[in-house]
């Protein structure tokens, strides 16, 4: 079978797995104060050139926008705004209402927020008998495989500034943000844009992991009781540490990264060489190719993947996912196929 | 100054105050447990042909709707389904959120929600990756003024018994409702309809006070924890008994809401008359006619209203609204302004 | 039958009850912005001489409770440290857990904190792994009767200072305690004392209604919000503004209070003189006597009262309680029973 | 340095690192739904000779007391009795108050419940003022490393039963208690003492994880909606299913178990035989022993281990904890420094 129905179905990097084995009978002090958690902490602050950021690693997205968002949204009645296609929104079985807070889901065309969509929500917003919005969610790249371009950013970190919004930066993708073609923004302007942003690990190489950099100085403050109280603090911190200091050495995190984009670009033009069509124009490693049904349904003999709810008379569009693992021979395979 | 700003500008009718007067130097029993909570929950199950109904008085349609639906959305993940425009969605301040439950906004046409619409919201839950809805939250009349009619009640009943959704029914109008010349759903309809639904006060003649009606076995256990924890239970739960008692004798409830539905049906003539036309069609106590920008303006010098969201080039949509108060010479008058 | 049971059996004092029916057929705004509210607002500034305090009208204790540590405690692992014995604690059905914080429960000797108390529980909560107490809540008069001196209050308040805690008064018998006979704090001593505290209206003459004082300025924004996502806005606001605006006239609230307080003086002399003691010294209108257990048995056919659980082989402890419209004739009626 | 710490200072157990090494290529399903999940939960349901039990694997402890106890407490006034020193009370910075439930605090001479100490609890709780108590929580072995027997686990099992309450085992420490010595409780026994408990497997030679083991059917339901709600429900799951295979494979689990022990008894009879005493008697891997303070302060230069907050005038107690990882050099280098 072709593998491409997501980016974590293998285990981790051979380097992240080195780095296990080499430290695993080191003793360590636990719950992320070891060395190991110290060191990622501190390569990851120079390489956004923040050095006052906090950081701190966490197991997985939900886990990690749950945790983060609680520092955002203080009060009770302060809310979040998010493209109703974002992750919080349908896949988290709603995790940030369950700590009390509403999600202003906002119907976009593409799954990227801007600033007029912000604004209208804002507007409807007026007193006491509404829930506040307090913070804009966005994810880079989008759960649509598109990435926000610098200056896009720019406008939404403009209008969050001159609404007293703050923004979160879902990087569950962000390797493949980072390291996508059309991609202008680097490591250092993101602590201009966002007020805490992750830095996902998950999907680009490691077992479990998501690094939370919080650059806002009123959201540090007691940030590790939030993440405890969460049951997120793992006792063996170090196994997280361990990993990210892997993952940032040589640059391993975005040549990951570079390596999903340029499988994803090689199967997209495959794809459209043979005359297909897109419902959503590929940019990173998510793709939403239109096939015909009976395509489809042979597909699923030799492939893994997941349809998408978009669908026409003839054709039906489904979403095909490569990653660091991804191999050559898995596209050209493919592109037979079809 | 003409009121036509909303139904609870006025304290409370004047039998129910004589009622209040009458027993106010009585010692009752607290919290809910004295006679005239027992004689008006009775008085309510013969009303509606339910003798096993379970009746509780609480004081505003907000706490209320958040306390019946503690009942309904036992498990975190449990979710319920609103049309947008619900007051649960929107005039809350998240209420229904900051007890841990997502809502599933649904867009409609006219604020009334139909099997189609909750069909729809049912087919994208698919699995735990989505929280799981349980329930749907209606309101009888809607905050658009508009009724459900018996059969499309009928038929959402029928809905929720397919899919294993609880129906609760927001009465904050239910006396405009069920006295509505349109309306065809009896008292004793309720409890076949309705797992829970609440007979309104606020805005029909008491100083506070609706009265929660559990019929679902299911709900019933323990809902004078979930009052009590929810600052809901009054010491003086006599207040809330003595003025329904009131409300229920001599029909005074239905005559109420009738009142306040003629007098607005009076001002939809008279408006209509003028050659004004309604952005949504006037049935119950809530009319919203689109005025020109400039009489909207002159209007706001005698008369106590509120805008409402929908504009044109040259007209503003206002909502104007009735209640038991309401005077014929207050309508004349307003007729007499355009 | 003698009702000793609590202080919430009668409805409102029949000034309030007066001041209820001469407004009743006023138009007024909606949620607690009309003229009532403000008015009796600004005589509480007055009397606390707090020109800048912000005061807002709820329903009843545990509501009021509920909202106004949804103030102190922001953060979701920010605790608030009571006696064990604390209304909070044990007989508002969990209301603090439910929206998210622990109490810290303090076993005391006679249900009143002090200093080394408070910082025991500091000492023993050291870093992430535990919650975070961030405020005290204390009761005055307590559920025991008794009151803080100025001194023990001025003491609390040090402690607080000292160690990054907000305090918060309880005042649902507050009426009780500043009239009692043994009382030397003022009026104007309670913003200096408390950064929040509220005024208790249910257990001295209204029909429901506490007012909520917020001294400091960190708790002021957004309190709207808060009370209204927990259903505690009445749309008919005026009904807690018009009873206060009484109460607060020609001190019409201490003189209530003093009366409860000569009532129970005087059952508590009449007690003792017949031999009896006391579990817990009397000081306000709560007493607490040791009687025969048969006596007990033999009280229960005339008098309306509760027990409380202190039982020696012999004797049972019941509690009696006085109020506002406790007559001099049920004293001597009872003194007779003994 | 001596680490006697804690027991989870090291990585995994060697052959828990090669299980993971060993599977890291393969494409596997995501979420917990891989042949590892799946062959891992087989081999405890054998193990426990229960083939109905569901089995949910977690990351840490707090994590999974969280989000098990969400289904043990359906309704939001529903508490759990726990021990004081229990983990959930004090260890885990209030994470089941933060999904809005009462832990009922209980006093212990030795951090075990009772079911007199339960049915004291129950006594107070009587109406719907309190919070009504649902389940217990227990800890086998205990946080002061004593274990519960046989018979005493089936008096608690008979007090549930016979006043409706569900009882939750936090198994952290299960490898100790069950391979301790005195033990005569076996995996067979679980599933009819417990509701539901959780085999640790963080202090016992993973690098993460928890087995979670359903046995009641009515808690079954929907759990994975509860464990993805909480954060908890990793992407590539197979990093715990992996891990515990290895862990039931051979007996693993419980020689890890055992060996912490042997440490320990061998630490705890050559600290007995240079005359010390315990402040709570040694019987699985954690010790108390009492040593002078001047003795203490000199031991920390070698040795890492924490305070326990017993003290007297010339001693204090300190934490000795030995793990799988422990060896004989250690405890014989231990024993030379006093």
């Excluded at 593998?3 to 293998?10: A, R």
């Excluded at 007020?195 to 992991?209: E, P, Q, S």
Aim: negative net charge; contains cysteine.
């Amino acid at each position: 079978m072709i593998f491409l129905k997501n980016d974590y179905g293998l285990g981790a990097h051979p380097e992240v797995m080195r780095a296990l084995m080499e430290t695993n009978m080191e003793l360590n002090d636990g719950y992320g104060e070891d060395r190991h958690c110290r060191a990622a902490a501190e390569q990851i602050r120079e390489l956004i050139g923040c050095p006052d950021a906090d950081v701190h690693f966490l197991c997985g997205g939900t886990q990690t926008n749950q945790t983060a968002l609680a520092a955002f949204l203080l009060r009770p009645h302060w809310s979040v705004i998010s493209a109703d296609s974002g992750h919080i929104c349908v896949h988290e079985t709603g995790a940030i209402e369950a700590t009390g807070h509403k999600i202003n889901h906002v119907k976009t065309e593409d799954g990227k927020l801007t600033p007029e969509l912000i604004e209208e929500v804002l507007v409807f917003h007026e007193d006491e008998h509404y829930v506040l919005p307090k913070a804009i969610y966005i994810s880079q790249s989008t759960e649509t495989g598109l990435i926000y371009s610098h200056s896009e950013l720019k406008a939404l970190r403009e209008c969050c500034d001159k609404n007293g919004l703050l923004l979160y930066l879902d990087g569950a993708r962000l390797a493949m943000a980072l390291s996508c073609k059309d991609n202008d923004t680097k490591w250092e302007d993101l602590p201009l844009l966002a007020d805490a942003f992750y830095i996902g690990g998950t999907k680009n190489g490691t077992l479990i992991g998501e690094a939370l950099v919080i650059v806002n100085d009123a959201l540090k403050p007691d940030m590790r009781f939030l993440i405890k109280q969460r049951g997120a603090m793992l006792a063996k911190g170090r196994v997280l540490g361990v990993q990210f200091e892997a993952l940032m050495k040589d640059d391993l995190y975005l040549h990951m990264g570079s390596h999903a984009n340029r499988m994803a670009q090689a199967l997209a033009e495959g794809i459209a060489a043979k005359g297909y069509e897109f419902a959503i124009p590929p940019q990173t490693n998510l793709l939403f190719p239109m096939f015909e049904k009976e395509l489809v349904q042979r597909l699923a003999e030799d492939v893994m993947f997941e349809t998408y709810p978009i669908v026409t008379d003839t054709h039906q569009c489904i979403r095909l996912v490569t990653s660091w693992g991804t191999t050559e021979d898995e596209i050209e395979e493919f592109l037979k196929l079809i």
